[in-house]
């Protein structure tokens, strides 16, 4: 089983930044793809930014490119979401997800509590 913890939420004014950490513990040497989400209260969860094991292949959601940069400390069992240019339309909580080793079809294994992030204008 692995457990996963995110943290570095916060509240930050319209153009600024955060970096948002996932720390994974448990059987760590099981996990594969990581991914952030992010939720608003009555919308339907978004799938913003995916990394493999590796940290050679990454996704982003057209909603972040540019913007956003995920990343992964494979020695710390840790992921970075790096937030540039925050808007009011970003505030949300944000989910940190994992897949086992393997193909991970989007169907992941392992989630965070979430962190929450408010942009205020």
């Known amino acids: 089983q692995v457990r996963l913890v995110e943290s570095g939420g916060g509240s930050v004014q319209s153009g600024g930044s955060l970096r948002l950490s996932c720390a994974a513990a448990?059987?760590?040497?099981?996990?594969?793809?990581m991914a952030w989400f992010r939720q608003v209260p009555g919308k339907e969860r978004e799938h913003i930014a995916q990394?493999?094991?590796?940290?050679?292949?990454?996704y982003y959601a057209d909603s972040v490119k540019v913007r956003f940069t995920i990343s992964r400390d494979t020695a710390k069992n840790t992921a970075y979401l790096q937030m540039r240019s925050l808007t009011p339309e970003d505030a949300a909580v944000y989910y940190c997800?994992?897949?086992?080793?393997?193909?991970?079809?989007?169907?992941?294994?392992?989630w965070g509590q979430g962190t929450q992030v408010t942009v205020s204008s």
């Open positions: 997800a994992a897949c086992k080793l393997g193909p991970c079809l989007n169907r992941f294994d392992y």
């Open positions: 448990g059987r760590t040497s099981n996990l594969g793809v």
């Open positions: 990394i493999s094991r590796s940290g050679d292949s990454t």
